[in-house]
């Protein structure tokens, strides 16, 4: 039988870094905790800035739209680009 998930495309890890610790900073969330409906909620994520050192998104609540967190996607650079 062939693998499912050999569609996926794998990102290889930095020089110097492990094979865990570049799968532990590709993780996205999809439920984070929210004050306003005092739950932990499926979030959307949202492009905010597109900075030298990477893309930064935002996670908001799905259903009151409040930021729930943040995060600085640093594997998103194109190379040359900037």
Known sequence: MQNPYTYMKQRRPRSGASSQEADF???EALELYCGQCRKAVPVRK???LVLP???KYEYRCQ???SKVGDKIDKGARIKGFF
Do not use: A, S
Request: with cysteine; net charge negative; aromatic share 8%.
């Open 63 to 65: 259903y009151c739209g």
């Open 46 to 48: 949202h492009l905010l």
């Open 25 to 27: 900073n590709e993780l």
């Open 53 to 55: 050192e990477g893309d």
